[in-house]
């Protein structure tokens, strides 16, 4: 992923900083795009880490919603998600998880 990177002046983010937008933050955590939004208002996320389109459009480094939703039981719905598999073990396999990806984003807003 590429984008501009004012504070830390460079032009490259890794996996975690990659930004997720609610709909994002729905897709990788698998709950409906309105629960997400809900939890917002609700104040039960955590701050964005950037607020794009005039401070309209909240967005989160990856790694903050992870860490987040690890701590707050929000990773339960991984299970039946498409990136977790079963593996003969009976254990989950979440290894394509690591793949997801987000579009990429100019931070130049």
């Not at 401070?55 to 991984?78: E, F, S, V, Y």
Request: neutral net charge; charged residues 30%.
């Amino acid at each position: 992923m590429v984008a501009n990177n004012r504070e830390l002046n460079t032009t490259k983010w890794n996996e975690d900083e990659d930004p997720l937008s609610i709909y994002e933050v729905a897709q990788l955590l698998n709950f409906k795009e309105s629960t997400v939004s809900s939890w917002r208002q609700r104040h039960q996320m955590p701050k964005p880490d950037r607020m794009v389109s005039g401070g309209k459009i909240p967005l989160w480094k990856k790694k903050t919603i992870m860490d987040w939703a690890g701590q707050t039981n929000r990773l339960r719905n991984l299970h039946k998600d498409k990136f977790a598999n079963n593996t003969d073990d009976g254990s989950i396999n979440t290894s394509s998880l690591e793949d997801f990806k987000v579009s990429e984003l100019d931070w130049n807003g």
